[in-house]
Nanobody
Framework: QVQLVESGGGLVQAGGSLRLSCAAS????????MDWYRQAPGKQRELVAT???????NYADSVKGRFTISRDNAKNTVDLQMNGLKPEDTAVYYC??????????????WGQGTQVTVSS
């Protein structure tokens, strides 16, 4: 069984910073990707930050220059450093990973979500 556990959400004023962390645990053979998504009230879940093939990073246009995704392959963790937060960044943030336990079959896993609230 694989679990993703997020931490680091909270309430912050506009212009402030937060750092989200996500740790994968359980029977893990290989992790194909670890990404961050978010879902604001009344909106669809959207991709915030991801690692492309070759290790480069991609970001939603709305967060470019403010958010930074980083990954520690040895610890099976992925972080999201969020600077210059805006009220429109308010959402539940989810960690996503594609993980193979055994047999080489990758399956999708989601964390439970962590609330980020940015006050104006």
């Amino acid at each position: 069984q694989v679990q993703l556990v997020e931490s680091g959400g909270g309430l912050v004023q506009a212009g402030g910073s937060l750092r989200l962390s996500c740790a994968a645990s359980g029977t893990i053979f290989k992790i194909e990707t670890m990404d961050w998504y978010r879902q604001a009230p009344g909106k669809q879940r959207e991709l915030v930050a991801t690692f492309a093939r070759g290790g480069s990073t991609n970001y939603a246009d709305s967060v470019k220059g403010r958010f930074t995704i980083s990954r520690d392959n040895a610890k099976n963790t992925v972080d999201l450093q969020m600077n210059g937060l805006k009220p429109e960044d308010t959402a539940v943030y989810y960690c996503y990973a594609a993980i193979a336990s055994v047999g080489g079959i990758f399956r999708p896993y989601w964390g439970q979500g962590t609330q980020v609230t940015v006050s104006s």
